[in-house]
């Protein structure tokens, strides 16, 4: 099977999932209890001719699939409709919340990647050490600390008390973006990068531990060489998949972490467009972050022929 | 026009209040004594800008969508309507420069020249006709069409006079335009913006004594100060006001003493004591129309019975609901209003009857004699609760206490705040549900704002109670021209709200306003939903 055959089953794979998703999504949307017109007339008593027309200027008078139809029609040129929560667009609500929660994911991953990795690794090498003792406590530790949990102390100490990051807001610029989401992005990454450590310090002692390791290391192969060689590469399979399931993850795990630090991205969006009734906004953000997830996890996929050739060439893994 | 309070947006909201550890403050320590302020210490001072916080995004500055406290916070800074609201709650002319009632009606208002609207054109009855007409189309759909229920027309009837015809005799209708309802707008502005109207992109153009400057989602609204503003009164000292939205409490109370945010209404209650110890700034009361109130939204069930819910209210903690919910500042509610909306009533006709409203002090054994009488005994009410903040957990629990005293089995079903808000407008959401809380504050200083929403089939009579005399001191209430028979009438309607009990009247809090050190200036009061109080904020001197 050639790399472009594999791609294209992948890609047509990928697009059914989107398809199927968009459909439960949209379906699910409208079993939910609750009428979103109700929201819509906000403290009065329309009468029925006003209800009507509130109907059908939202479409809410069609017939389900036919709704459906056009608005997956709508979609696939670009248009996500309006939200009558926000009165604009939904790719303006979208896309002004969008960046935030890039960050915060970007962030978060270049911490759960350095500190993770970097401390896993550390683990492995002094195996049993004091060292490896106070990565395996963090590990403890950190795994049990909720988001929540972890930004209520970030923002106490760091903020309010020391005053060393703003305890609010986006920030204008990079460099003033970057300071205020620090503390978030240690707190939304806490409990990844200590799953991230753990995984990635068992898989290199694994590793470690193997044969062919041992000999290399014996026959006076350059202990850093057979690191990168042998341990790393072959201990990264399982690195790279749990990173790429989490940074996914994190896209709608955010809405904790940027209601505590008062800022605005799609997380907290999602939740109050859910309890709203916000179809419109609900539906493209559930396909975004489906999106996103398949796509990571497809670039995870085409990243292990790179890792490990076996894998490119149709060996077993 | 009333409505209920919106909280914080975030489900966790009431989570990272009650585990923060945040200080000293803890729900149950009372602050000692609370007095009201008419006006914190003069701020002299020019300001650049200061920034204000707001519980939540406004979803739109459009004024005919803005029923809630954050956008109306914004934009009583930005547009004005035909009467102005003050702050010691009495209306005065806005601007229509004077008006006229020459028949029961109609209403006849000359428009106040030399006002330009923030884009530096001249304000005329053009203006007035189209934005007041905005609340009487249905494609609009504005929140305010209730106050416009008896309106039938909307007419210029001179290049600076508008003339309002309505089907019956409404003297709240005129009351209203003090508030959101009597906003203008340009009417270029309007057309122009179309279906964008007041959304981040577009924003508004009004009179004010600030111009909307820029909206970024999610974070913050920038308002300009208006140089070409009208009234030398209200020119505002600050350059720029910037609101920045943040729904967590713990987080607005952290800004508040960081110094990254200069104020807000709306201070957590739980929060009191550590804000009144603070050294960042000082915590203000000021006069309030709110009153919390348990609303029975089901006369099917046990509740149905009047001597039921009678025994409920004498078995609510009321006055331990005030220490434990808002530490002391407060006090246990006589009717469904304060004291303060009966301001412009005749004093002879109010103050006999509110010497005279029937009392429902805390007495949970006679209560629950009371309700045996109603064999009730055993039978299920849902109470519905929120982890809003502090005082709502307490509030709920405190009738779930109440509603065991009495024999009944209570059940608390627990909503999430967002989802909470359906409850105020959506009748399949309060399906299975007796009784739900509220804070509920009238927009005008008249209690009818709140007792109309009882009558028969009012889109805010949640248990749909109907009582025929009480409708009908309303509808005589209503038409009444004559203050005094106006106010005996809504006093009778009163009487029987409180004898049967629709509602349940719990407490009255204060507006609560912190102002940080460099801020100050402003007058404390409900009214800043719709009075340009940021106008009177200045550097302190």
New interface residues.
């Given amino acids: 099977m050639s790399i472009a055959v594999a791609l294209l089953r992948r890609l047509i794979g990928t697009a059914l999932t989107l398809l199927v998703t968009s459909f439960l999504v949209f379906s699910s949307l409208y079993l939910a ?3 979103p017109v ?9 009468n029925p ?2 209800l009507a ?2 109907r059908s ?1 939202f479409g809410f008078d069609q017939p389900f699939l036919l709704r459906y139809w056009h608005w997956l029609e709508a979609v696939l040129h670009g248009d996500f409709g309006r939200s009558y ?4 667009s939904v790719a ?2 979208i896309g ?2 969008l960046p ?1 929660s890039l960050l915060l994911v970007a962030v978060a991953t270049a911490l759960i990647a350095v500190v993770g990795i970097g401390a896993g690794a550390l683990g492995a090498l002094r195996r049993g050490s004091r060292t490896d003792g106070a990565v395996l406590l963090l590990v403890t530790v950190g795994a049990a600390v909720p988001s ?2 972890a930004a ?1 102390v970030l ?2 100490v760091f ?2 008390r020391l ?1 060393w990051f ?5 920030g204008t610029g990079l460099g003033d973006r970057l300071h205020h989401v620090l503390l978030p992005a240690v707190a939304l990454s806490v409990t990844f990068m200590a799953l991230v450590t753990r995984v990635t310090r068992s898989s290199m002692i694994d590793q470690l531990g193997r044969e062919h390791v041992e000999v290399a290391l014996s026959r006076g192969t350059p202990k850093l060489a057979v690191l990168r060689r042998h341990v790393l590469r072959n201990a990264l399979g399982p690195i790279v998949t749990v990173s790429g399931l989490l940074v996914s993850g994190m896209l709608v795990s955010t ?2 972490v940027e ?7 799609i997380g ?2 999602l ?2 467009c ?3 009734l916000d179809f419109q906004v609900v539906q493209a953000l559930v396909l975004l972050v489906v999106a996103a997830f398949v796509l990571v996890n497809t670039a995870v996929d085409l990243l292990y022929p790179l890792i490990d050739p076996r894998v490119g060439r149709g060996e077993a893994r | 026009m009333t409505r209920p309070r919106r909280a914080a947006l975030a489900a966790l909201a009431g989570v990272f209040a009650l585990t923060s550890c945040s200080g000293s403050a803890k729900p149950g320590d009372s602050v000692a004594a609370y007095q009201l302020t008419d006006r914190t210490p003069p701020g002299p001072g020019a300001l650049d800008s200061f920034t204000w916080s707001l519980f939540a995004e406004p979803v739109s500055i459009d004024y005919a969508l803005s029923f809630d406290y954050p956008p109306n916070t914004v934009l009583a800074n930005v547009c004005e309507s035909l009467l102005r609201w003050n702050p010691d709650l009495t209306t005065s002319p806005g601007l229509a420069s004077s008006y006229t009632n020459p028949t029961p009606t109609t209403w006849v208002y000359t428009i106040r020249s030399g006002v330009h609207f923030h884009d530096g054109a001249p304000l005329t009855a053009e203006d007035v006709v189209a934005s007041l007409r905005r609340n009487l189309d249905p494609a609009v759909g504005s929140d305010w069409a209730y106050p416009f229920r008896n309106v039938k027309s909307v007419d210029r009837t001179g290049p600076m006079q508008v003339t309002v015809t309505l089907n019956t005799p409404d003297a709240t209708f005129n009351e209203y335009l003090a508030a959101a309802p009597g906003t203008v707008e340009s009417a270029a502005a309007l057309k122009a913006a179309g279906k964008d109207y007041g959304n981040p992109g577009k924003g508004v153009d009004c009179t004010g004594p600030f111009a909307f400057d820029s909206w970024t989602p999610g974070q913050s609204i920038v308002l300009k100060r208006f140089d070409d503003y009208w009234d030398p009164a209200l020119r505002a000292k600050a350059k720029q006001v910037k609101f920045v939205f943040l729904p967590d409490e713990t987080a607005r109370v952290n800004a508040f003493e960081s110094g990254e945010v200069d104020g807000g209404w709306m201070v957590p209650a739980d929060s009191y004591q550590r804000l009144s110890a603070s050294t960042k700034g000082k915590l203000y009361y000021g006069r309030n129309t709110t009153v919390a109130d348990e609303v029975v939204s089901n006369l099917q069930g046990p509740l149905g019975d009047p001597r039921v819910r009678q025994a409920l209210l004498m078995a609510i903690d009321r006055k331990g609901i005030v220490k434990a919910g808002v530490g002391g500042v407060g006090e246990v509610a006589d009717s469904l209003v304060t004291r303060n909306t009966w301001a412009d009533s005749p004093k002879e006709t109010v103050d006999p009857l509110l010497k005279s409203l029937v009392q429902y002090p805390y007495d949970p054994a006679k209560a629950r004699q009371l309700a045996a009488s109603a064999g009730v005994d055993g039978q299920k009410v849902v109470i519905a609760g929120s982890p809003l903040d502090s005082q709502t957990t307490i509030i709920t629990q405190a009738v779930q206490q109440a509603a065991t005293a009495i024999g009944l089995k209570p059940e608390i079903q627990t909503i999430p705040p967002d989802k909470y808000t359906a409850l105020f407008t959506d009748p399949a959401a309060r399906k299975g549900i007796d009784l739900f809380e509220t804070f509920w504050y009238t927009s005008i200083t008249d209690p009818l704002d709140m007792y109309g929403s009882l009558q028969t089939g009012a889109f805010s009579n949640y248990g749909n109670w109907s009582n025929p005399q009480f409708d009908a001191a309303l509808g005589q209430a209503v038409g009444a021209a004559d203050p005094a028979a106006r106010a005996a009438a809504t006093a009778e309607a009163q009487r029987i709200a409180m004898d049967q009990l629709p509602w349940l009247p719990l407490y009255n809090d204060p507006v609560s306003v912190f102002l940080g050190n460099r801020i100050s200036g402003v007058r404390p009061s409900i009214d800043y939903l719709y009075y340009p109080w940021a106008a009177e904020i200045g550097a302190k001197g």
């Fill in positions: 209890p609750g009428d109700s929201f819509l007339v906000r403290g009065r008593s329309p001719a006003e027309a509130i200027q929560l926000f009165h604009q303006a609500v002004a919340r935030a929540f949990a209520i923002r106490s903020g309010v005053g703003p305890t609010i807001g986006n809405a904790i209601t505590a630090f008062g800022m605005s991205g907290s969006l939740v109050q859910v309890d709203q």
